[in-house]
């Protein structure tokens, strides 16, 4: 019998779930399933979060790894709590090195990129203040994945196919790990086709026994420092053993009377919080949801922000970010002044200077968690060490080499970071989690989610279900297929430059958890990709 489980003819229709004493949501239908083995066994969410996110890292290579960053919003108690699990570029880096090397940019590729993984760092810390049950249990049900394969489902399957391809152009030692880490005979596993990753199995067993700190000082750490040395990267053991995720607070805008919540700097969650702060004095329920009005003024507040964001966001251990001027709402009420009638090019306000996954958790006693973790551009740099699974994220891309730029390329600086996690609440009660993955769209698929929720009164599945936009900093703005054909009108006719974009995967995937009044949790899931909400 021959499937092509690639092609979707008909418009799928998913319904909310509704769940009482714990949900889990997903971009991987398995991982869902560990984080919810994992809170039926006793587990709370945060349990519940890493188990699925040392699950994905095994089930969606393509997206995230050992080997990349990560961020989480908790609510534990009566507050939210931040803790940023981005890495720093490595002693070796900077300018000078790049240029010497006869770079006038950072390569995607190879060991320029690489900066110091974060994410088993933040597993770690996660556990070691919030966590119930043994790390060894929790990382159990990836262990599984790993030594004993999983089948590979559509989406999946389609960005691996993606990643491998371009796996084969690569020349160079650097890159001699990867085919036969995530590849079978030379190829991408096919949907439904089985993968092992015996290495993956045994770095997990690592971290399981040991720790956090195994990746970062032990063996781990070593092989890591040796593959580094033996193909040219820059990357030393006391790069990883000097990394510290950081706790923070998180910052948050008000907007129709709630407070979403992001990730400080060096995140770009602030540029999500400002397009809102500029939405808020616009009455977005005057025009239908699915109008030319109601897009032209999201894009217009969107483009606004990011034209701070790109101009103030750095690392602020490096680099002053004027977060406070960015967020004062004064200033975004001027602001909302320079949208018109038609698209505009906006420069940044006048301030003092200074691939991935999303899911989500949520247990009975309302501890609920925002997460995300990425490898950047699918697989990342490209760069795996051999016999442990690890593909290395090409995060230092967020750097530039512009001379007295805030995000200007430096030694142990973290780079500007695309991956923000969300969160919701109203006069202090916390209604829960949010998250839209995929780069610059995740913003931007934050502010549409938002206003889909509070402005339009979309359950969560609804609101992600909904049609989306993306604007390109070379101002593109991409439509969605599905958008109706008075919108994509509408807008080319206020001036936006319209591409309507039918390529997988370019609007982002989320994850939606709310809590309701009742005490119960209605979720959704990404239709996007081979998601899964599962309740217990």
């Given amino acids: 019998?021959?499937?092509?489980?690639?092609?979707?003819?008909?418009?799928?229709?998913?319904?909310?779930?509704?769940?009482?004493?714990?949900?889990?949501?997903?971009?991987?239908?398995?991982?869902?399933?560990?984080?919810?083995?994992?809170?039926?066994?006793?587990?709370?969410?945060?349990?519940?979060?890493?188990?699925?996110?040392a699950a994905l890292t095994v089930l969606e290579p393509t997206s995230n790894g050992l080997g990349g960053d990560g961020f989480a919003l908790i609510w534990a108690g009566d507050q939210l709590y931040g803790i940023n699990g981005s890495g720093a570029a490595p002693s070796r880096l900077s300018i000078d090195a790049l240029v010497a090397a006869g770079y006038t940019e950072i390569p995607t590729y190879g060991w320029w990129p690489v900066t110091v993984p974060g994410v088993v760092r933040l597993w770690g810390d996660m556990h070691d203040r919030f966590g119930r049950l043994p790390l060894a249990q929790v990382l159990a049900p990836a262990i599984m994945y790993a030594a004993e394969g999983a089948p590979t489902p559509p989406m999946v399957a389609y960005f691996w196919a993606r990643g491998v391809e371009a796996a084969h152009t690569r020349q160079g030692p650097e890159f001699a790990g990867f085919l036969p880490t995530f590849s079978i005979d030379g190829r991408a596993p096919r949907p439904g086709e089985r993968f092992v990753?015996?290495?993956?199995?045994?770095?997990?067993?690592?971290?399981?026994?040991?720790?956090?700190?195994?990746?970062?000082?032990?063996?781990?750490?070593?092989?890591?420092?040796?593959?580094?040395?033996?193909?040219?990267?820059?990357?030393?053991?006391?790069?990883?053993?000097?990394?510290?995720?950081?706790?923070?607070?998180?910052?948050?805008?008000?907007?129709?009377?709630?407070?979403?919540?992001?990730?400080?700097?060096?995140?770009?969650?602030?540029?999500?919080?400002?397009?809102?702060?500029?939405?808020?004095?616009?009455?977005?329920?005057?025009?239908?949801?699915?109008?030319?009005?109601?897009?032209?003024?999201?894009?217009?507040?969107?483009?606004?922000?990011?034209?701070?964001?790109?101009?103030?966001?750095?690392?602020?251990?490096?680099?002053?970010?004027?977060?406070?001027?960015?967020?004062?709402?004064?200033?975004?009420?001027?602001?909302?002044?320079?949208?018109?009638?038609?698209?505009?090019?906006?420069?940044?306000?006048?301030?003092?200077?200074?691939?991935?996954?999303?899911?989500?958790?949520?247990?009975?006693?309302?501890?609920?968690?925002?997460?995300i973790q990425s490898t950047?551009?699918?697989?990342?740099?490209?760069?795996?060490?051999?016999?442990?699974?690890?593909?290395?994220?090409?995060?230092?891309?967020?750097?530039?080499?512009?001379?007295?730029?805030?995000?200007?390329?430096?030694?142990?600086?973290?780079?500007?970071?695309?991956?923000?996690?969300?969160?919701?609440s109203k006069d202090g009660f916390p209604i829960g989690p949010f998250g839209v993955m995929g780069a610059h769209m995740q913003p931007q698929g934050h502010v549409q989610v938002i206003v889909n929720t509070l402005d339009y009164g979309l359950h969560p599945q609804a609101a992600l279900d909904a049609p989306r936009w993306r604007w390109e900093r070379d101002g593109t703005l991409r439509l969605e297929l599905e958008t109706p054909r008075h919108v994509i009108e509408g807008l080319a006719a206020r001036g936006h430059q319209v591409v309507v974009e039918s390529e997988l995967g370019g609007f982002g995937r989320g994850q939606i958890i709310w809590r309701l009044a009742s005490g119960c949790y209605v979720a959704g899931t990404e239709p996007r990709c081979d998601g899964l909400a599962i309740g217990w």
């Fill in 1 to 53: 019998m021959e499937l092509n489980l690639h092609y979707f003819p008909y418009p799928g229709r998913r319904v909310p779930l509704i769940a009482e004493r714990g949900v889990v949501a997903s971009s991987h239908p398995l991982a869902s399933q560990a984080g919810m083995q994992i809170l039926q066994a006793g587990g709370n969410a945060v349990d519940a979060a890493i188990a699925t996110a």
């Fill in 197 to 371: 990753s015996p290495g993956h199995a045994r770095t997990l067993r690592l971290i399981a026994r040991h720790g956090a700190d195994v990746f970062y000082q032990g063996e781990i750490a070593d092989a890591i420092d040796r593959f580094a040395r033996e193909t040219g990267g820059l990357l030393r053991a006391e790069d990883l053993a000097h990394h510290r995720s950081e706790w923070v607070t998180p910052i948050s805008m008000q907007y129709r009377g709630y407070t979403v919540h992001e990730i400080p700097p060096n995140g770009q969650g602030i540029a999500a919080l400002m397009a809102l702060g500029i939405l808020d004095q616009i009455d977005l329920r005057r025009y239908p949801r699915d109008s030319a009005a109601a897009f032209h003024y999201q894009i217009e507040a969107m483009k606004l922000a990011f034209a701070d964001t790109f101009a103030y966001v750095a690392d602020p251990r490096q680099a002053v970010v004027p977060v406070a001027d960015m967020l004062d709402r004064e200033r975004l009420a001027a602001r909302r002044q320079l949208i018109g009638e038609r698209a505009k090019t906006y420069r940044p306000d006048d301030l003092p200077r200074g691939g991935t996954v999303y899911f989500a958790t949520a247990d009975r006693d309302g501890m609920m968690v925002s997460m």
């Fill in 376 to 424: 950047y551009m699918g697989f990342g740099s490209g760069v795996v060490i051999p016999d442990y699974g690890i593909a290395m994220h090409n995060r230092g891309c967020g750097f530039v080499m512009t001379p007295g730029h805030p995000n200007q390329v430096a030694p142990g600086k973290r780079p500007f970071h695309t991956i923000i996690p969300g969160f919701l």
